[in-house]
């Protein structure tokens, strides 16, 4: 398990030396850079009172918390309410690219209110993640921001029935009817494909994730949609095991070597599988972009870097770290959870990885 904590530093001895402790902004602080009574801005801090408070004046309150760093006394709240003022968050790959800014967005959220996230990393198994769950709990977290949820029946299930508070991030947990914060996939995907009939292509592939992963079936649904749309488009889902550089290289060369099926246009379901995708060709020989075009999902750090750079799809990750926060805290103060679902804007980009189709196709190489 790792634990992250915000917030300044208290002041400690190490080896004989003082480590001075970094002021702590005051209410009152906050109160006078947002021009409000301190009271006012206690209130537009707190979740469970925030509601009794203009709408603009907690985005001001908000925006002087932050700008002075303020981080509300976490030990003296949870004394008086009973409660951790700890959020457990699970993510399915801490190496994965794509979560540390989500966490990020959790953490801007969080702190200002005086909590902290405890962070857990399943390795993509359902058993990780029941372990997490349950050594989250046992740490008695109020409730949990969980990142790897899978469509068959796993833990996430029974704390609902358990009435536990969750908000799903990024994946769904199949019927299971928490909150759930995500990019809208089908929108993505529909502009990936566009993009590439615009530019000629008319033989595409998907290189989807495992099934049970909801992102992976969703972003496969919304290509096969996308390409029965357009007349002369012919599209192909394949699957590969994880959602990992090598699983994308494996999952691509068995096409590659079958040079007969004339695909041009690749849309991997995320970054990575779209570098494992670029290897592959790589190790065949065949030239991105001017044998063939590859797009990816998620935008994560660097993609602008790839060789070639990589189009594809940006997801809002902070954003959606910070709403899935938003969510449960109101939750936790006493709002009502509903089975709502999230959709934040994706949008694409592109960059060198993607140009005009090969006249004769892939079978002329």
Same mark, same amino acid.
């Given at each position: 398990?790792?634990?992250s904590?915000?917030?300044?530093?208290?002041?400690?001895?190490?080896?004989?030396?003082?480590?001075?402790?970094?002021?702590?902004?005051?209410?009152?602080?906050?109160?006078?850079?947002?021009?409000?009574?301190?009271?006012?801005a206690?209130?537009?801090? =707190?979740?469970?009172?925030?509601?009794?408070?203009?709408?603009?004046t907690?985005?001001?309150?908000?925006?002087?918390?932050k700008?002075?760093?303020?981080?509300?006394n976490?030990?003296? !709240?949870?004394?008086?309410?009973?409660?951790?003022?700890?959020?457990g968050?699970?993510?399915?790959?801490?190496?994965?690219?794509?979560?540390?800014?989500?966490? !990020?967005?959790?953490?801007?959220?969080l702190q200002?209110?005086?909590?902290?996230?405890?962070?857990?990393?399943?390795?993509?198994?359902?058993?990780?993640?029941?372990?997490? %769950?349950?050594?989250? %709990?046992?740490?008695?977290?109020?409730?949990?921001?969980?990142?790897?949820?899978q /469509?068959?029946?796993?833990?996430?299930?029974?704390?609902?029935?358990?009435?536990?508070?969750?908000?799903?991030l990024?994946?769904?947990?199949?019927?299971?009817?928490?909150?759930?914060?995500?990019?809208?996939?089908?929108?993505?995907?529909?502009?990936?494909?566009?993009s590439?009939?615009?530019?000629?292509?008319?033989?595409?592939?998907?290189?989807?994730?495992?099934?049970?992963?909801?992102?992976?079936?969703?972003?496969?649904?919304?290509?096969?949609?996308?390409?029965?749309?357009h007349?002369?488009?012919?599209?192909?889902?394949?699957?590969?095991?994880?959602?990992?550089?090598?699983?994308? /290289?494996?999952?691509?060369?068995?096409?590659? /070597? =079958?040079?007969?099926?004339?695909?041009?246009?690749?849309?991997?379901? #995320?970054?990575?599988?779209?570098?494992?995708?670029?290897?592959?060709?790589?190790?065949?020989?065949?030239?991105c972009?001017?044998?063939?075009?590859?797009?990816?999902?998620?935008?994560?750090?660097?993609?602008?870097?790839?060789?070639?750079?990589?189009?594809?799809?940006?997801v809002? #990750? #902070?954003?959606?770290?910070? /709403?899935?926060?938003r %969510?449960?805290?109101?939750?936790?103060?006493?709002?009502?959870?509903?089975?709502?679902?999230?959709?934040?804007?994706?949008?694409?980009?592109?960059?060198?990885?993607?140009?005009?189709?090969?006249?004769?196709?892939?079978?002329?190489?």
């Amino acid at each position: 398990m790792l634990v992250s904590f915000g917030g300044a530093k208290s002041s400690r001895t190490m080896r004989g030396w003082r480590v001075a402790e970094a002021r702590r902004a005051t209410i009152a602080e906050v109160a006078q850079l947002a021009g409000v009574h301190a009271g006012t801005a206690s209130r537009a801090l =707190n979740a469970r009172t925030r509601a009794m408070v203009n709408a603009d004046t907690v985005l001001r309150v908000e925006e002087a918390a932050k700008r002075l760093g303020y981080v509300p006394n976490a030990l003296a !709240r949870g004394l008086r309410t009973r409660n951790s003022m700890t959020i457990g968050v699970v993510i399915p790959d801490i190496t994965n690219p794509f979560f540390p800014p989500v966490v !990020r967005g959790i953490e801007a959220h969080l702190q200002p209110h005086g909590y902290s996230a405890l962070i857990a990393n399943t390795d993509g198994f359902a058993e990780g993640e029941s372990g997490a %769950l349950r050594s989250l %709990l046992d740490r008695r977290v109020d409730g949990l921001i969980v990142a790897s949820g899978q /469509r068959e029946e796993t833990a996430i299930a029974e704390l609902y029935r358990s009435g536990v508070k969750v908000v799903l991030l990024n994946r769904d947990a199949g019927p299971v009817p928490y909150p759930l914060v995500a990019g809208n996939d089908a929108s993505g995907i529909a502009a990936a494909v566009e993009s590439l009939v615009e530019l000629g292509h008319r033989r595409l592939v998907h290189v989807a994730g495992p099934m049970s992963i909801s992102t992976s079936a969703s972003r496969a649904q919304a290509f096969e949609a996308s390409c029965s749309a357009h007349e002369g488009v012919v599209g192909t889902v394949v699957n590969a095991d994880a959602l990992s550089i090598e699983a994308g /290289r494996d999952a691509m060369l068995p096409l590659l /070597r =079958n040079r007969s099926h004339g695909i041009t246009g690749v849309i991997a379901s #995320t970054d990575l599988i779209a570098v494992g995708i670029l290897r592959a060709m790589k190790q065949m020989a065949i030239q991105c972009p001017r044998d063939m075009s590859v797009i990816g999902f998620n935008d994560v750090q660097f993609a602008e870097d790839f060789c070639p750079p990589l189009s594809t799809i940006r997801v809002p #990750t #902070t954003a959606m770290g910070e /709403r899935a926060a938003r %969510l449960l805290l109101d939750a936790l103060n006493g709002g009502d959870q509903m089975a709502e679902t999230v959709m934040l804007p994706v949008s694409l980009v592109l960059r060198d990885s993607t140009g005009p189709a090969p006249v004769e196709g892939i079978q002329q190489l």
